[in-house]
């Protein structure tokens, strides 16, 4: 059974970074999109990143560009994302998602698996 699992959330001070990592068990994201998602306490989840396949395409919410960084190595089956920094609204939890297919297109749409996510706190 295909599973994502989340790490490297925590607390974080304003302006600091973590590097969260989705790594994948039960078969290979190197033929797939991988989305990250964020969802805040009260508000609905949302699509911040993704990486196509080969890594060609690379979308970013407004709200992340010139902050965030998504990668992945297919080797380790394992896709990044970078997060510098980091404001307090954007303490959540922290979503990443295999689409359907190897292109981001509507990085909301053709999900087919999720991981459980991990949780990022930006607090002084």
């Known amino acids: 059974q295909f599973q994502l699992v989340e790490s490297g959330g925590g607390w974080v001070q304003p302006g600091g970074s973590l590097r969260l990592a989705c790594s994948a068990s039960?078969?290979?994201?190197?033929?797939?999109?991988v989305v990250w998602f964020r969802q805040a306490p009260g508000k609905r989840r949302a699509a911040i990143s993704c990486i196509s396949d080969t890594s060609l395409t690379i979308k970013y919410a407004d709200s992340v560009k010139g902050r965030f960084t998504i990668s992945r190595d297919n080797a380790k089956n394992v896709v990044y994302l970078q997060m510098n920094n980091l404001k307090p609204e954007e303490s959540a939890a922290y979503y990443c998602?295999?689409?359907?297919?190897?292109?981001?297109?509507?990085?909301?749409?053709?999900?087919?698996?999720w991981g459980q996510g991990t949780q990022v706190t930006v607090s002084a």
């Open positions: 039960g078969g290979s994201l190197e033929r797939y999109a």
């Open positions: 998602a295999k689409k359907r297919w190897s292109m981001c297109g509507d990085m909301t749409i053709d999900i087919d698996v």
